[in-house]
Nanobody
Framework: QVQLVESGGGLVQPGGSLRLSCAASSNIFKIYTMGWYRQAPGKQRELVATITSGTITSGGTTNYADSVKGRFTISRDNAKNTVYLQMNNLKPEDTAVYYC?????????WGQGTQVTVSS
């Protein structure tokens, strides 16, 4: 059983930045394509960014939703079983609970998520 623990959320003003972290409890994390997802109030959960497992010498291939392209960066450190989401130039519409999971997601891997609120 893999546990995923998200952290790093908070309250930030529009234009600000946050860095989210997702720590996995198992080394099997290394072979997964991982994703960051978010769910805003009253909306369905959506996929924000993904990163493939990568190789010893290079990071994984990344993909982003159009709404965050150019502002968010997903990365991973397989030695630490951790995936990150650097979020810059945050907008009020980025307000949501952010989750990590493999892509495609496993229902039993969802964690508690971390709240990101963008407001002045």
């Amino acid at each position: 059983q893999v546990q995923l623990v998200e952290s790093g959320g908070g309250l930030v003003q529009p234009g600000g930045s946050l860095r989210l972290s997702c720590a996995a409890s198992s080394n099997i994390f290394k072979i997964y394509t991982m994703g960051w997802y978010r769910q805003a109030p009253g909306k369905q959960r959506e996929l924000v960014a993904t990163i493939t497992s990568g190789t010893i010498t290079s990071g994984g291939t990344t993909n982003y939703a159009d709404s965050v392209k150019g502002r968010f960066t997903i990365s991973r450190d397989n030695a630490k079983n951790t995936v990150y989401l650097q979020m810059n130039n945050l907008k009020p519409e980025d307000t949501a609970v952010y989750y990590c999971n493999k892509n495609p997601p496993r229902p039993d891997y969802w964690g508690q998520g971390t709240q990101v609120t963008v407001s002045s």
